[in-house]
């Protein structure tokens, strides 16, 4: 079992960063992929990095380049370092935790989620 909060979140001006922090219950951390996802009102949740045991990561085209993922086993933690943020940012953002090894971007994949940490940019 794997519980997650979610933090970091806030209101940015467009051009900004925040980093989003997840952090996670259990002695098991290091064994879960660890992903981020986003939920804009009306649309679907949609996949945005997720990094595996080894730190081998995955982005999605619309994030490569701004956002980074990372990992601290010892703390437990997962981030994302958000950067250059764009009013079309605005969402609710997720951390997931996934059983397997690698990074994935299957919603599927992921057993357990958090309560989402709410991000806005304005223009």
């Known amino acids: 079992q794997v519980q997650l909060v979610e933090s970091g979140g806030g209101l940015v001006q467009a051009g900004g960063s925040l980093r989003l922090s997840c952090a996670a219950s259990?002695?098991?951390?290091?064994?879960?992929?660890m992903g981020w996802f986003r939920q804009a009102p009306g649309k679907e949740r949609e996949f945005l990095s997720a990094?595996?045991?080894?730190?081998?990561?995955t982005y999605a085209d619309s994030v490569k380049g701004r956002f980074t993922i990372s990992r601290d086993n010892a703390k437990n933690t997962v981030y994302l370092q958000m950067n250059s943020l764009k009013p079309e940012d605005t969402a609710v953002y997720y951390c997931?935790?996934?059983?397997?090894?690698?990074?994935?971007?299957?919603?599927?994949?992921?057993?357990?989620w958090g309560q989402g940490t709410q991000v806005t940019v304005s223009s």
């Open positions: 259990g002695r098991t951390f290091s064994r879960y992929a």
């Open positions: 997931a935790a996934s059983g397997g090894s690698r990074p994935s971007a299957r919603r599927s994949d992921y057993g357990y």
């Open positions: 990094i595996g045991w080894k730190g081998d990561s």
